[in-house]
Nanobody, 115 residues
Framework: QVQLVESGGGLVQPGGSLRLSCAAS????????VGWYRQATGNERDFVAG???????TYTDSVKGRFTISRDIAKNTMYLQMNSLKPEDTAVYYC?????????WGQGTQVIVSS
């Protein structure tokens, strides 16, 4: 059973930056495409950014140019660098495969963008 643990969230002012991390219990990056998702209060969980096993990245339109997904295969860890944060980026952020596997959801990490 793969376990994914997100970290790095917090409170940041608009225009600020955060880097989220997702530590995997095993090497999933050579097997699965992976992604970051977010869920704002009262909303569904939405796709934010993804990376194929070959390293090709995709982003939802609202974060293009601001967020960057990356991975360190040796560390079994993926990252989401978030720059120029906006209040509408406030959400709980999760990592998973892409498309997601229900059993792989972790607890997420809260990001709050507010002045």
């Amino acid at each position: 059973q793969v376990q994914l643990v997100e970290s790095g969230g917090g409170l940041v002012q608009p225009g600020g930056s955060l880097r989220l991390s997702c530590a995997a219990s095993g090497n999933i990056f050579g097997i699965y495409a992976v992604g970051w998702y977010r869920q704002a209060t009262g909303n569904e969980r939405d796709f934010v950014a993804g990376m194929t096993t070959g390293g090709t990245t995709t982003y939802t339109d609202s974060v293009k140019g601001r967020f960057t997904i990356s991975r360190d295969i040796a560390k079994n860890t993926m990252y989401l660098q978030m720059n120029s944060l906006k209040p509408e980026d406030t959400a709980v952020y999760y990592c998973n495969t892409h498309p997601w596997i229900p059993d792989f959801w972790g607890q997420g990490t809260q990001v709050i963008v507010s002045s």
